[in-house]
């Protein structure tokens, strides 16, 4: 069955630095787009990055220039790195595969989605 699993969450104090993980399996990655998604307790799901199959990017207002997203469809992940963190990065960060080479951050329109891992980020 079609499977997504991130890591890579954890405690940081801000302005700190960690690297997301999502690994894939049970589907043919190489057509997914890939996006993640966070929600923070008492919030509604937001996107915040996104890349297609081709490689191109999506950033969140809130997170450019601080996350950046990347994949290796050899190894059927994708990785986003999240620098300069704040507090109010915390959240559960999902991923999700969306089927098609572009990608956006309407999270209804993704198909399997993650376990989640979550993010806190507090002195």
């Known amino acids: 069955q079609p499977q997504l699993v991130e890591s890579g969450g954890g405690l940081v104090q801000p302005g700190g630095s960690l690297r997301l993980s999502c690994a894939a399996s049970?589907?043919?990655?190489?057509?997914?787009?890939i996006g993640w998604f966070r929600q923070a307790p008492g919030k509604e799901r937001e996107g915040v990055s996104c890349?297609?199959?081709?490689?191109?990017?999506n950033y969140a207002d809130s997170v450019k220039d601080r996350f950046t997203i990347s994949r290796i469809n050899a190894e059927n992940t994708v990785f986003l790195q999240l620098n300069s963190l704040k507090p109010e990065d915390t959240a559960v960060y999902y991923c999700?595969?969306?089927?098609?080479?572009?990608?956006?951050?309407?999270?209804?329109?993704?198909?399997?989605w993650g376990q989640g891992t979550q993010v806190t980020v507090s002195v």
């Open positions: 999700a595969a969306l089927f098609g080479s572009r990608c956006h951050l309407i999270s209804r329109q993704y198909t399997y």
């Open positions: 049970g589907f043919t990655f190489g057509y997914y787009a």
């Open positions: 890349i297609s199959t081709s490689g191109s990017t």
